[in-house]
């Protein structure tokens, strides 16, 4: 027995919503059909999504935005629901707000594209309606999902789903130090031109080793070797390479260290299309010294900007994407701990990228209590937990060293990978 949802009109944001929620965060089978004789003489588990509903199947009342092919502001009114407030509200229907419109609102950014038609500047986590509506720290989709599994079992005890399981995946990032030419002439033009190139970490990683901030990668990537096997825990790596020719970079013990791991780019999600080539070259370096990485992946922890960072991405060949989350404040920027295929706003498809979504990261725990701390990892891994979803969390690797300016945060990895592992 499948789930067979009807709507009058069959719109590709309808079918993209009802997929993820069904399909992706509650692993059941579905079927779409907008023929209402059909189905009504169904046998199977009805669901209808309009205005009214067709017989005694289990119904939701719609709202325009799934039916819409713009992004147009919107008068978004709320109503309390328990702890929060959700938008959309409904009548006669199973729940009291459209949910699958509050969801599709949500995982798709569709404020952000608005923010972007009328500034520059970035995002922030605190300005975001999921925040306005005291969300933003819970995987809302995944809990609605859960709603919506209880209504349906509640009419049809019988129906089964499919077993879902909690994982847990530390993202850790780490830079590349270019080396200088030999050569004084090759030397001191190579030096000179770290001064005016953000992109060439040369100098400031030598000034941050000078101050104790900095760290030799491959001491630090054999220590960690030590815990990944202990803790047993499987994370993702992330490198940023310099802005410099392959032969500046020697990363021979880095790609040994790293040749049994998951590596993907750091900060390849340029803002304007002229940066795919630097995107392109950053790809050409991390299959130079990890030759077997195949499936491409990246991260960017600076501004994220809706659809062009992720045009830039698909268009380079990039298939993974972790980006998905706030630098300056924990919480679950697209309202979900499940993975979910982009969907492009402009164009009204879904896309080929699969986003990856992080809740927590050092920079924001690094500003806190170690009383605090321990609270927040408890509240975020028991709020993924609860629904069987994915808890990603983002990490420099200098943050997990043995360095003694480092030793809370090194400390606080340590406890969450083995409350998650619990």
């Known amino acids: 027995m499948h789930l067979i949802i009807f709507s009058s009109v069959l719109t590709p944001r309808i079918k993209y919503i009802f997929n993820f929620i069904f399909k992706e965060i509650l692993k059941a089978e579905i079927e779409f059909t907008g023929n209402s004789q059909y189905f009504l003489q169904s046998q199977h588990v009805k669901i209808s999504y309009g205005e009214q509903p067709l017989g005694d199947e289990i119904f939701f009342k719609s709202t325009s935005i799934l039916f819409s092919k713009k992004v147009n502001e919107l008068n978004i009114k709320t109503i309390p629901f328990g702890e929060y407030q959700v938008p959309f509200p409904v009548a006669s229907s199973a729940l009291p707000f459209d949910v699958f419109a509050a969801s599709f609102f949500i995982v798709t950014r569709y404020e952000e594209y608005l923010h972007q038609q009328k500034t520059d500047e970035e995002f922030k986590g605190v300005s975001s309606f999921q925040y306005k509506w005291k969300v933003l720290d819970r995987p809302i989709i995944d809990e609605w999902a859960l709603l919506i599994k209880n209504i349906i079992r509640k009419k049809h005890p019988t129906i089964h789903f499919a077993d879902k399981n909690f994982s847990s995946q530390p993202c850790i990032n780490l830079s590349i130090t270019p080396n200088a030419p030999d050569g004084f002439l090759r030397k001191t033009r190579f030096i000179f031109s770290t001064v ?17 901030f900095g760290i030799n990668n491959e001491t630090a990537l054999t220590a960690l070797e030590k815990t990944i096997e202990k803790q047993k825990i499987r994370p993702v790596f992330f490198i940023n390479f310099p802005k410099v020719p392959i032969e500046y970079i020697q990363a021979n013990q880095v790609s040994q260290l790293l040749s049994n791991q998951s590596v993907g780019l750091l900060r390849p999600c340029a803002s304007d299309k002229e940066k795919i080539k630097e995107i392109k070259d950053g790809i050409f370096k991390l299959k130079k010294i990890l030759p077997n990485q195949i499936n491409l992946s990246s991260q960017q922890l600076e501004t994220l900007k809706f659809p062009i960072c992720y045009l830039n991405l698909l268009n380079s060949g990039i298939t993974t994407d972790y980006s998905m989350g706030y630098p300056e404040v924990s919480g679950f920027r697209a309202g979900t701990c499940t993975p979910f295929n982009w969907y492009d706003l402009q164009l009204e498809k879904v896309t080929a990228l699969l986003v990856k979504c992080y809740c927590l990261n050092d920079s924001v725990l690094q500003n806190m209590s170690l009383d605090d701390i321990k609270k927040t990892l408890k509240d975020y891994i028991d709020g993924v937990k609860f629904v069987n979803g994915q808890f990603l969390s983002n990490w420099e690797l200098r943050s ?17 990978n083995s409350y998650a592992g619990h």
């Open 400 to 416: 997990i060293s043995n360095q003694l300016k480092y030793k809370k945060l090194q400390a606080t990895f340590n406890e969450m």
């Open 196 to 212: 005016f190139s953000k992109e060439n970490s040369y100098l400031s990683s030598k000034f941050d080793q000078l101050t104790g």
